[in-house]
């Protein structure tokens, strides 16, 4: 299985913004209901995509300072970044052939 990076604002920049790999970034929380039925299909794509993309989640309750900077109003928001860029953001729970069809588009 791959390994989901738990990313925060001291090592967000050194496994997202330097990866060489596309990175899918699931922004969460705990007590979201719709975040608890993304993160197993989040975890699912981290395996069926490895080597491919790197996959990472945000605790927006931990890391204020990062949901804020990328604009995070609501949650889950998954974006996935390209050489350090924000490529694609979808906001809510989202299929995991949805998420797959956006990846594909980016790796």
């Known amino acids: 299985m791959a390994e989901v990076k738990t990313l925060t604002k ?3 920049e050194q496994e997202v913004v330097q990866a060489q790999l596309p ?3 699931d922004f969460w929380a ?3 209901g719709p975040c608890k039925v993304v993160g197993p299909v989040v975890d699912s794509l981290a395996a069926d995509n490895e080597g491919k993309l790197v996959v990472g989640k945000v ?3 931990e890391n204020k300072d ?3 900077k990328f604009g995070i109003r609501g949650i889950p928001t998954l974006v996935i970044f390209k050489d350090g860029n924000e490529v ?3 906001v809510g729970a989202q ?3 949805q998420l797959q069809k956006a990846i ?3 790796i």
């Open 95 to 97: 299929s995991k052939a």
């Open 23 to 25: 990175v899918l970034v």
């Open 66 to 68: 990062l949901a804020a």
């Open 10 to 12: 001291d090592n967000f």
């Open 104 to 106: 594909d588009q980016v």
């Open 88 to 90: 694609q953001r979808m």
């Open 30 to 32: 705990p007590w979201c």
């Open 59 to 61: 605790n927006v309750d």
